[in-house]
């Protein structure tokens, strides 16, 4: 869809397609109206962070990747090696 309006190179889908994956990420990688709507947020925030400092778009969209990763992260319970090797 972006072909026709703009000059394509080889890594022309690059930032984008990383763009599609934070937004998979964001949504949780469960089903897919999760990750629709996590890149509902994606595209609301980039717009926002382009309204304020379009220089600095993808650092807003990207950086935004890190609590996510954080939050799930430590919501996990932790489980020790020896107790995941008896039920193993």
Same mark, same amino acid.
Do not use: C, H
């Given at each position: 869809?972006?072909? #026709?309006?703009?000059?394509?190179?080889?890594? &022309?889908?690059?930032?984008?397609?990383? =763009?599609?994956? *934070?937004?998979?990420?964001?949504?949780?990688? !469960? &089903?897919? #109206?999760?990750? $629709?709507?996590?890149?509902?947020? +994606?595209?609301?925030?980039? @717009?926002?962070? @382009?309204?304020?400092? &379009? $220089?600095? =778009?993808? +650092? !807003? *969209?990207? @950086?935004?990747?890190? #609590? *996510?990763?954080?939050?799930? &992260?430590? @919501?996990?319970?932790?489980?020790?090696?020896?107790? $995941?090797?008896?039920?193993?």
């Amino acid at each position: 869809m972006i072909g #026709p309006t703009t000059t394509l190179y080889y890594d &022309s889908g690059f930032i984008i397609g990383l =763009k599609a994956f *934070v937004g998979a990420i964001v949504g949780g990688l !469960v &089903s897919y #109206p999760g990750t $629709a709507l996590g890149a509902l947020l +994606v595209g609301t925030l980039e @717009s926002f962070a @382009s309204f304020w400092n &379009s $220089a600095l =778009k993808e +650092v !807003v *969209v990207f @950086s935004a990747l890190i #609590p *996510v990763l954080l939050w799930r &992260s430590l @919501s996990l319970g932790q489980v020790d090696e020896e107790d $995941a090797e008896l039920e193993g």
